[in-house]
C-alpha cells in the first residue's frame, strides 16, 4: 500500500516551508496529556491517577520525540554543522598542526592550480567572446595528416556550400605591419580577416564600425582598418578624432574607422596580439610571400560559428564532402585534402606540441610535488591521530559510530584542504606570473596572445583538487585514528605507536625523499643546460645586438634595399662603441634556412637521399661579430661579392660529413644546385638538445646571393659593441632610421634577449623545476623532521631509562640520526634509480648535458642527504635533553 | 486489536473530514467510532500527524480547545481530501477483496 507517497504539489509545498521546532514538538505532547488528564477527570478520575494514566496511554514520550528527530530532513545537515564547529575548534587549538598543514596544502595546491591554468591556456581556453562555444576552427588535413592553412579559394568555396556554420571567417593572424603615425613608425602585428570575422566572433566595436562585406569584395579598393583598444590609447593617446584619421600601414594609406573592443587581442592566442584589423581585399599588404587570392596560396585559418542546430560531427561530415568536392576539382593542388573541423580552444595548433611537452613535464613534476605535500599531511595526521587517542576513544566508548567519526576526520581534512585551497590561489598567482613572464615576447617581437591566469575553469579545478587531496590524506589516516585500543587510552596511556601506522609514517617520509630527488636531479640538469646556453662556445650574447631591418616592408627593390643595408651596416660600424657588424638572414641560433647539399657529380636521386643541411647567408665579419672560431682558412670579406667565384664556409660537423680528415678548404661543395668553393671551416654551433647531435651547417655569402627571382629578403643585421648591448639599442635604432626613417626596425634586442626567447621552454622548464625541487625538499624535510620528533617524543621513557643505565647523550642522539638518515638514505636509493629510468623524458631540454650525467645525481643526492643530516640533528639533540629522572616519572 | 501497517494515516484523514481537530482528539475520535476495537498508542499518533504535515495532506497552527486549553489543530488540506478519496477507494477494494476470499465464514472445528 504504497500510496500515501501521496502528490508531488504537497512534497515540493514542504520543501519550502520552514523547519518545524523541536520545542513545538515537545509542547504539542505536552497538551496532549493535558487534554488527556482533562478527558479522565471528567469520566471521574482524581488528577492523582489522571496523569499516569494519561502517560500510559501516551506510551513513550522520548520514543516520540526521538522519531519526530530521527525524520527530519535536515539530521545530516545537522551532523555536518556540528562536524564543521567540532573541526574548526580541533583546529585552533593547534595552530602549529594547522598551520604547517595549509601551508603545505597551499603550497602543493598553488603550485598545481599554477601549472593547470598553463594547460587550460594551451587547450581549454576559449575567446574572451559572447557565445565562444560554437566557434571552431577549421584546418585543412593532406593525406588525414597534419593542421594546413586554406587558400583564398578554397575558403570561398567552403563559405558558399556549407550548411553548417551560421558563418565561415577567415583571417591571417600575424601580419608584421609597420605603422606609420604622426611621423612615428611602429612595428605591430595585424590580422588580414574577411568582413564577417567580427560578426563571427559576435563582437561589438568599442567605438566606430567594423568592417561592411563590400569594403572586403574588391581587392586593393578600400583601405579600412580596425585599431585595438591598446594601440588606440597608446598611440593615439585614447584621442576622439581617432575614426576617419588617415595612418600608413606597411607604406599604404589606410582610414581608421572602428575601435575593437577593449579584452579583444585577436582570434589566435599563441601568435603576437593583434594591433589592427584590415579586410581580406587588402591582402597584398598584409602579406607578400605569395598572391594571396591564388589556389596555390594557403595561408588563411578559418573560424566558424556552428548553427545552433548543428552539432560539431555533421559540420565534419558536411565538411568532408566539400573538401572531397574539392579535390576532384583540383586535383593537381588539392590531391589527399582533407578538412578537420575543432572546437575553437587554448592555443594555436602548432604552438601546442611544443608547450604541450613542456606543460606534460610540468605536470609530472607537481604532482610529484603534490603527492609530497598530501603524503606530508597524511604523515602529520597520523602522528596527530596518536595524540587524540584518548578523545576519539572516548567518543567512542561514549556510543558515537565509527562512520561518524570517520566522518568528523574528514571533514577536518576537508576544512584543512579548502583554507590551504584558498591560500594556494595566492601561491598560484604568483606562478602564473610567472608562467606568464616567460610568453610576454614573441620571437617577431610584440606580446604574444596567451591569457595565462585565473578563470572559472581553474578555479574550480583548485576547488576539485582540494577535495580531492583531503579525502586522500584524510583516507590514509583517518581509519587508523579511529581504530585505538579503547582500554589502553581510556587509561591515560599514550599508546606506544602501532608497528602498523610507524611503517606506515616511514614509508610515506622515504617516499617524499625518492620524489624529491627525482624532481632535485630534473634540476640538477636543467640548471646546467641553461647554463651552457647561455655561455655558448665562444660566443658572448652579452655584448650583441640584432636589428631586423626590413626594407621590403615599404616597397625597396632589391638593389635599393641592398644599398639601404650596406649604408646602415656602414655607418653602424663607424659608431664609437661598435666593434663589428654583419648582415645575415636568419638570427644567429640556428633555425635558419635549410638546403639541401651535396659532392659534384653525386646528386641525390630524389628528396629521400638529399643530405639537408642548415643554412644561413652571413655577411664579412660575421664570425668575428659573434665570435664563433673559424678553425680554418677565412671567413667571408669586401672581395666576395657579386661576380667573384661563389664561397661558402661549413660548420665541423659537415666538413666531417664529406671530407672525413677535415681537409675541406678549397673543396667545391653544391647547395641548392649552385656549386660553391669552402674557403673556411667554422666550429660547430653548440644549440642542440642532448638528444640531437649537432647540426651540418652550410654558410654562404649574404652579398653574393642570387637575386634573379627578386626575393629582396630583409637581413638580420647583427651587431658587437664592446659594453654592454642593451644601452646601444636606442642609438643603434637612430642610427638606422637616419639612413631612412620608414624602414621599420624589428626584433631589435640583445643577443642574450634572442637566448631567452628561443630557449623559452627550457628556462621555463628550469625555472619551475627548480621552484618544484625546492618546494619538494621543503616539504620532505618538514616530513623528516615530524616523524622524527614525534618518534622522540614517543620514546622519552626508553631513552631515560637508557640513560638511566648509562648510555651516554651522544648514544641516544646517535640512534634518533641513524633513523633519520636510514630513511633519507632508503628514499635516496629509490630515488636515484627512478630518476635513472625517467630522466630520459628530459632529453630534449637538455643542452650539453647527457640525461644520467652523474654530477646531477651525486649533487641531488648530495644536498638531501646534507640537509636530512642537518633536519635530524634537531630532534636528535633533544634526546640528549631526556633527563632520565623526569622521563621515568613522565608515565 | 492492533492497527494495519499504514491504516493509521488513512483513519486521521478520515477523522479531520468533520472538521479541524488536535491530536488528542483525533486519537478519542478514532477509538471511539471505532467502537473501543482499535486502539492507538497515543504517542504513535504524533509521528504520524508529523508526516502527514509535511507531505501537505493536514494543516496545523495553534489555537484553543472547547475547555481553553493551548493545543494544535489539524485540519484537511485539498490535496489531503483527494488522498482520502483515492486510499478509501483502495481500501475497500482490498478489504472487498479479501472479504471475498476468506468466504461467508469459517468456524472453527
Given at each position: 500500500m504504497g500510496g500515501f507517497w501521496g502528490p508531488e504539489s504537497g512534497k515540493v509545498n514542504t520543501m519550502f516551508r520552514r523547519k518545524r521546532k523541536h520545542g513545538d514538538f515537545t509542547a504539542e505532547i505536552e497538551a496532549h496529556i493535558e487534554l488527556e488528564i482533562e478527558r479522565l477527570k471528567e469520566q471521574g478520575m482524581s488528577e492523582e491517577e489522571a496523569r499516569p494514566a494519561a502517560r500510559r496511554a501516551f506510551g513513550n514520550v522520548t520514543l516520540a520525540e526521538e522519531r519526530f528527530y530521527e525524520s527530519h530532513r535536515w539530521l545530516w545537515w545537522d551532523h555536518l554543522m556540528q562536524d564543521i564547529r567540532y573541526g574548526l575548534r580541533m583546529l585552533a587549538k593547534n595552530p602549529g598542526f594547522t598551520g604547517v598543514g595549509v601551508l603545505t596544502l597551499a603550497l602543493g595546491i598553488g603550485a598545481t592550480a599554477a601549472v593547470f591554468s598553463f594547460v587550460d591556456t594551451l587547450y581549454l581556453r576559449r575567446l574572451p567572446v559572447r557565445d565562444a562555444g560554437r566557434l571552431v576552427d577549421v584546418f585543412q588535413t593532406r593525406n588525414g595528416k597534419g593542421y594546413y592553412e586554406l587558400s583564398y579559394p578554397d575558403y570561398v568555396f567552403y563559405r558558399d556550400n556549407n550548411n553548417s556554420f551560421s558563418d565561415l571567417a577567415a583571417q591571417y593572424p600575424a601580419s608584421p605591419i609597420s605603422l606609420m603615425a604622426s611621423n612615428q613608425s611602429e612595428s605591430i602585428n595585424g590580422s588580414v580577416v574577411t568582413a564577417n570575422y567580427f560578426r563571427v566572433l559576435n563582437l561589438r566595436p568599442f567605438w566606430g564600425r567594423f568592417f561592411l562585406p563590400e569594403e572586403d569584395e574588391v581587392p586593393d579598393k578600400n583601405p579600412v582598418a580596425v585599431i585595438s583598444y591598446g594601440l588606440w590609447k597608446r598611440r593615439f593617446a585614447s584621442g576622439l578624432n581617432v575614426l576617419g584619421r588617415i595612418i600608413q600601414l606597411n607604406g599604404n594609406t589606410f582610414t581608421i574607422v572602428g575601435i575593437a573592443p577593449e579584452n579583444f587581442r585577436g582570434a589566435m592566442p599563441g601568435v603576437p596580439e593583434t594591433d589592427v584589423w584590415i579586410p581580406a581585399a587588402m591582402f597584398h599588404v598584409g602579406y607578400r610571400y605569395c598572391d594571396a587570392f591564388q589556389r596555390d596560396c594557403t595561408i588563411l585559418s578559418l573560424i566558424g560559428r556552428l548553427k545552433p542546430e548543428t552539432a560539431l560531427r555533421d559540420a565534419q561530415a558536411e565538411m568532408n564532402v566539400l573538401a572531397h568536392r574539392l579535390e576532384g576539382a583540383y586535383p593537381a593542388i588539392d590531391e589527399g585534402l582533407g578538412v578537420i573541423v575543432t572546437p575553437k580552444r587554448g592555443?594555436?595548433?602548432?604552438?601546442?606540441?611544443?608547450?604541450?611537452?613542456?606543460?606534460?613535464?610540468?605536470?609530472?613534476?607537481?604532482?610529484?610535488?603534490?603527492?609530497?605535500?598530501?603524503?606530508?599531511?597524511?604523515?602529520l595526521l597520523l602522528v596527530r591521530g596518536m595524540a587524540r587517542q584518548r578523545e576519539v576513544s572516548i567518543r567512542l566508548a561514549l556510543g558515537a559510530s565509527r562512520g561518524r567519526l570517520v566522518r568528523?576526520?574528514?571533514?577536518?581534512?576537508?576544512?584543512?584542504?579548502?583554507?590551504?585551497?584558498?591560500?594556494?590561489?595566492?601561491?598560484?598567482?604568483?606562478?602564473?606570473?610567472?608562467?606568464?613572464?616567460?610568453?610576454?615576447?614573441?620571437?617577431?617581437?610584440?606580446?604574444?596572445?596567451?591569457?595565462?591566469?585565473?578563470?572559472?575553469?581553474?578555479?574550480?579545478?583548485?576547488?576539485?583538487?582540494?577535495?580531492?587531496?583531503?579525502?586522500?590524506?584524510?583516507?590514509?589516516?583517518?581509519?587508523?585514528?579511529?581504530?585505538?585500543?579503547?582500554?589502553?587510552?581510556?587509561?591515560?596511556?599514550?599508546?606506544?605507536?602501532?608497528?602498523?601506522?610507524?611503517?606506515?609514517?616511514?614509508?610515506?617520509?622515504?617516499?617524499?625523499?625518492?620524489?624529491?630527488?627525482?624532481?632535485?636531479?630534473?634540476?640538477?640538469?636543467?640548471?646546467?643546460?641553461?647554463?651552457?646556453?647561455?655561455?655558448?662556445?665562444?660566443?658572448?650574447?652579452?655584448?650583441?645586438?640584432?636589428?631586423?631591418?626590413?626594407?621590403?616592408?615599404?616597397?625597396?627593390?632589391?638593389?635599393?634595399?641592398?644599398?639601404?643595408?650596406?649604408?646602415?651596416?656602414?655607418?653602424?660600424?663607424?659608431?664609437?662603441?661598435?666593434?663589428?657588424?654583419?648582415?645575415?638572414?636568419?638570427?644567429?641560433?640556428?633555425?635558419?634556412?635549410?638546403?639541401?647539399?651535396?659532392?659534384?657529380?653525386?646528386?641525390?636521386?630524389?628528396?629521400?637521399?638529399?643530405?639537408?643541411?642548415?643554412?644561413?647567408?652571413?655577411?664579412?665579419?660575421?664570425?668575428?661579430?659573434?665570435?664563433?672560431?673559424?678553425?680554418?682558412?677565412?671567413?667571408?670579406?669586401?672581395?666576395?661579392?657579386?661576380?667573384?667565384?661563389?664561397?661558402?664556409?661549413?660548420?665541423?660537423?659537415?666538413?666531417?660529413?664529406?671530407?672525413?680528415?677535415?681537409?675541406?678548404?678549397?673543396?667545391v661543395l653544391i647547395a641548392g644546385g649552385i656549386p660553391f668553393q669552402v674557403v673556411g671551416v667554422a666550429r660547430d654551433a653548440q644549440y642542440h638538445t642532448s638528444v640531437a647531435p649537432p647540426p651540418a651547417f652550410i654558410y654562404l655569402d649574404y652579398w653574393q646571393r642570387d637575386t634573379t627571382n627578386g626575393g629582396s629578403e630583409d637581413s638580420r643585421t647583427l651587431v658587437r659593441v664592446s659594453g654592454s648591448a642593451s644601452p646601444m639599442l636606442p642609438v643603434l635604432r637612430k642610427t638606422v632610421a637616419a639612413v631612412d626613417p620608414n624602414v621599420p626596425i624589428q626584433e631589435d634586442r640583445t643577443l642574450t634577449e634572442w637566448l631567452d626567447i628561443s630557449f623559452r621552454t627550457v628556462r621555463m622548464t628550469s625555472t619551475f623545476f627548480t621552484c618544484f625541487g625546492a618546494l619538494a625538499l621543503f616539504l620532505s624535510v618538514v616530513g623528516l623532521y615530524g616523524v622524527l620528533a614525534?618518534?622522540?617524543?614517543?620514546?622519552?621513557?626508553?631513552?631515560?631509562?637508557?640513560?638511566?643505565?648509562?648510555?651516554?647523550?651522544?648514544?641516544?642522539?646517535?640512534?634518533v640520526m641513524h633513523q633519520g638518515i636510514r630513511l633519507a638514505m632508503l628514499g635516496a636509493a629509490i630515488g636515484l634509480v627512478g630518476a635513472f629510468g625517467s630522466a630520459r623524458f628530459l632529453a630534449s631540454y637538455l643542452y650539453g648535458v647527457r640525461p644520467n650525467n652523474p654530477v646531477a645525481f651525486i649533487a641531488a643526492a648530495g644536498v638531501l642527504m646534507a640537509t636530512a643530516i642537518i633536519v635530524s640533528y634537531i630532534p636528535a639533540r633533544r634526546a640528549t635533553k631526556v633527563d632520565p629522572m623526569v622521563a621515568l616519572r613522565y608515565e | 486489536?492492533?492497527?494495519?501497517?499504514?491504516?493509521?494515516?488513512?483513519?486521521?484523514?478520515?477523522?479531520?473530514?468533520?472538521?479541524?481537530?488536535?491530536?488528542?482528539?483525533?486519537?478519542?475520535?478514532?477509538?471511539?467510532?471505532?467502537?473501543?476495537?482499535?486502539?492507538?498508542?497515543?504517542?504513535?499518533?504524533?509521528?504520524?500527524?508529523q508526516r502527514l504535515e509535511e507531505r501537505g495532506w493536514i494543516a496545523a497552527e495553534w489555537g484553543s480547545s472547547a475547555n481553553n486549553r493551548k493545543a494544535r489543530f489539524y485540519t484537511l488540506t485539498p490535496a489531503g481530501r483527494k488522498q482520502l478519496v483515492r486510499e478509501t477507494t483502495k481500501w475497500q477494494r482490498l478489504s472487498a477483496a479479501i472479504g471475498r476470499v476468506l468466504g461467508p465464514g469459517v468456524r472453527e472445528s
Open positions: 592555443v594555436r595548433l602548432w604552438e601546442r606540441s611544443e608547450n604541450g611537452l613542456v606543460a606534460n613535464l610540468l605536470l609530472a613534476a607537481v604532482g610529484l610535488v603534490l603527492l609530497i605535500a598530501c603524503s606530508n599531511l597524511a604523515g568528523q576526520l574528514l571533514t577536518e581534512s576537508l576544512i584543512l584542504s579548502l583554507v590551504g585551497g584558498a591560500l594556494g590561489l595566492v601561491v598560484a598567482t604568483w606562478g602564473i606570473d610567472l608562467l606568464a613572464g616567460f610568453y610576454t615576447i614573441g620571437e617577431e617581437g610584440g606580446r604574444i596572445y596567451v591569457s595565462i591566469g585565473l578563470d572559472p575553469v581553474v578555479l574550480a579545478f583548485t576547488m576539485a583538487l582540494s577535495v580531492v587531496t583531503a579525502i586522500a590524506f584524510g583516507l590514509v589516516s583517518a581509519p587508523q585514528a579511529s581504530r585505538p585500543d579503547l582500554v589502553v587510552s581510556l587509561k591515560g596511556e599514550v599508546s606506544s605507536a602501532s608497528p602498523r601506522s610507524s611503517r606506515l609514517r616511514y614509508a610515506l617520509v622515504s617516499a617524499q625523499v625518492a620524489m624529491s630527488i627525482v624532481l632535485l636531479i630534473g634540476v640538477g640538469l636543467l640548471v646546467m643546460s641553461v647554463r651552457n646556453i647561455y655561455r655558448g662556445t665562444g660566443f658572448d650574447p652579452t655584448h650583441l645586438v640584432s636589428l631586423r631591418l626590413r626594407p621590403s616592408l615599404v616597397g625597396y627593390d632589391v638593389l635599393k634595399g641592398w644599398d639601404f643595408q650596406q649604408e646602415a651596416i656602414r655607418r653602424l660600424e663607424a659608431l664609437p662603441g661598435v666593434v663589428s657588424a654583419s648582415p645575415a638572414t636568419a638570427p644567429p641560433i640556428p633555425w635558419g634556412g635549410a638546403d639541401s647539399v651535396w659532392l659534384p657529380g653525386q646528386e641525390p636521386s630524389g628528396p629521400e637521399s638529399a643530405f639537408v643541411v642548415g643554412k644561413n647567408l652571413v655577411g664579412p665579419r660575421y664570425f668575428e661579430t659573434l665570435g664563433v672560431a673559424i678553425l680554418r682558412g677565412r671567413e667571408f670579406n669586401e672581395h666576395d661579392k657579386k661576380g667573384t667565384p661563389n664561397v661558402a664556409i661549413v660548420n665541423e660537423t659537415l666538413a666531417e660529413h664529406f671530407w672525413s680528415h677535415g681537409n675541406a678548404l678549397g673543396k614525534f618518534t622522540v617524543s614517543q620514546r622519552t621513557r626508553e631513552f631515560g631509562i637508557r640513560m638511566a643505565l648509562g648510555a651516554e647523550g651522544s648514544d641516544v642522539a646517535r640512534m | 486489536m492492533e492497527l494495519l501497517q499504514g491504516t493509521l494515516d488513512l483513519l486521521i484523514l478520515r477523522t479531520l473530514i468533520f472538521g479541524r481537530q488536535h491530536g488528542q482528539g483525533i486519537g478519542r475520535a478514532i477509538q471511539q467510532t471505532s467502537e473501543d476495537e482499535l486502539l492507538i498508542e497515543h504517542g504513535a499518533l504524533y509521528p504520524a500527524l
